[in-house]
Structure formats: C-alpha cells, structure tokens
C-alpha cells in the first residue's frame, strides 16, 4: 500500500478525498478519469477517512495511487472549528482538501470530489495558463452576491466587500504549481478558525474558505467541467451544454447515485436526477466488466494512458 511521498517534478496530480460509504463514487470517478483522459501522466492522491485495508485495495486496482494523511496542523484547527460548529462534525474530511497545496513535486493539480462522473476528455485545461481554474457556484450562475459573514446568498448585496461576487464551487479545481508552497497552505490554515465559522448560515467547509482566499484570482471555466443537476437548465441556455454533453457531472449535494434513500428523494423532487442517476449506474455496470476483464487478464495497459508508458 502505497503512501505520499513527494516525487521528482511529475506532470499531473489528481487528488480526491474519501469515506466508506463513498467508495463507490471513488471507484466510478476513477475508472471515468482513466477511460478518457489517456494523456494523465501522474499520481492519484487519495485522502481517506476511515478506510480499511481492504478498502484501500479496491482503489488500488488503478495505477499509481496512494495514500496521504492530513497534516496534524491542519486536523487541530479542524477540531477548534468543530468543537463551535458540530454540523461540521460528520463533514470535517472535506477541509482535507487544504493539504494540496503543500503537495509539492507536481506542474498541474487537479482536485475532484468522489461523487463526479467523467464523460470527456478534459486535457486542454492542462494546457492553459491560469493558476487557478474553477466553475462559477450557483449565486455567481444567477447574478448574485454571498455574505461573507454568514455564506447565504445576499439579498441586497452592494460592491462592498463584504459581499463576494464571482464565488465558485470547489468540488473540482484545477492549480498550477504557482500556488501550492507553505505560504498558500499557511495563510489558509489561519482561515480554518473557528471565530470565522460561527456565523454560517449554512454547513459550508473549505468552500467557505476557499472561496475567501481565491474568489478574486480564478478564471471562470464552463459548466461542463462541473455540471450540476441544479443549475442544468441555466448552463444548457448560456452555454450549450447539457447532462449529455457536460465532461464532468457533479452530484453535488445529496444526489449520490449509490445510495437508496437520497435516489428515492431526487427521483421527484429533481427532474432531471433519474437521467442522471441511470448515466451512473451505467458506469458503475461499466465498471464491473471492467474488474472482471482486468482479474481475467483481458484489460490493455494502455486503458491507462501515460501512466503505464513510462
């Protein structure tokens, strides 16, 4: 079992984070990546909460995977906010996310949550120039401002700062090396307090900070790099994506395909869930074959692109 250790300067990174009960959307978000991205030439860094070892095995059916652990800092100041915001409590893995600008060795980072399915290739984002690149969150999509005190979206927002125009969704962000160093890592880490959380309207973690710290130094992507359900019909007009056109569909929320109580809530409170929910079980189905065919020894290693080619 393989565990982080910072590599010679590497292309591409890939990190996600991890809980049992997400393990299958880790598994289809991965096997997704690798069967259209074949120019990924990198690592697979994987935050996991609570896993077993056998687990860990199941991630480790894809090449070049390991381990991290959260640095102790970091898992100190996420108990201070905790110990004032127990929502948090049963969400605290999600601020593991902070741990990747300390993950020095790489040229382009790319962090996605567990719960996204990859339709298309997305390799021409490593080709562009901005450090930082994110898709608009659902206030900026519909023209409007958050608090920055409590996170809700504002109701009479005006241009001071106070009020945060251009916020995004942090579920799926990409970096250039340019900001993952110690100062990036330790001037978020002051943000991780708990004087900051008290006032949330809402159970937001590293998006609340992240968004903070960055929303004045991204370049604006598409939705079809974060497509949410929610927002469908907005990026459809503006943009022309759809759920079928979309690289990378986002179940933010609670949406996960793999779990039977939130299948049943969406499947009339969110019209376009059913679709969607039946592209995931599509690929986890995908997936499957996909196991049988690698233990049967029928599985090409170029279905892994770069990453067996070295």
């Known amino acids: ?32 990546f690798f069967k259209y991205n074949k120019w990924f030439d990198g690592d697979i ?41 127990r929502d948090l409590a049963h969400k605290k893995m999600v601020f593991y996310s902070l741990n990747l600008f300390m993950l020095e060795g790489y040229k382009r980072y790319m962090y996605i949550d567990s719960d996204v399915l990859i339709q298309g290739d997305f390799g021409e ?4 120039e901005y450090p930082m690149m994110c898709v608009p969150d659902r206030a900026t999509y519909l023209g409007k401002a958050k608090d920055g005190t409590t996170f809700q979206v504002a109701q009479a927002p005006t241009e001071e700062d106070h009020f945060w125009y251009r916020t995004f969704n942090a579920g799926i962000m990409f ?37 903070m710290y960055f929303r004045k130094n991204y370049h604006a992507l598409p939705g079809t790099y974060n497509f949410r359900l929610g927002l469908a019909d907005i990026i459809k007009e503006r943009e022309g ?36 929910m039946l592209k995931w079980m599509d690929a986890y189905q995908d997936y499957f074959t996909f196991v049988k065919q690698m233990e049967e020894g029928l599985i090409d290693v170029s279905f892994f692109g770069k990453v067996t080619q070295r």
């Open 1 to 32: 079992m393989a565990f982080w250790s910072k590599p010679e300067k590497k292309p591409h990174c890939l990190i996600t984070i991890t809980t049992s009960d997400f393990i299958p959307g880790t598994l289809v978000m991965l096997y997704t």
């Open 45 to 85: 860094i994987i935050y996991g909460y609570g896993l077993s070892d056998s687990e860990k095995s199941l991630l480790e059916r894809f090449p070049n995977v390991q381990f991290a652990e959260p640095r102790e800092d970091l898992l100190q100041a996420i108990d201070k906010v905790v110990a004032v915001r």
């Open 125 to 128: 984002l490593m080709d562009l």
């Open 175 to 211: 970096f250039t090396d340019e900001w993952v160093n110690k100062k990036t890592y330790k001037e978020l880490l002051k943000l991780v307090n708990p004087d900051l959380y008290k006032s949330l309207k809402r159970p937001s973690t590293d998006q609340y900070l992240l968004n």
């Open 241 to 276: 994506d759809t759920l079928d056109t979309a690289k990378l569909v986002h179940y933010s929320g609670k949406k996960n395909p793999w779990k039977h109580m939130q299948m049943e809530n969406n499947l009339t409170k969110q019209p376009l869930f059913y679709e969607a």
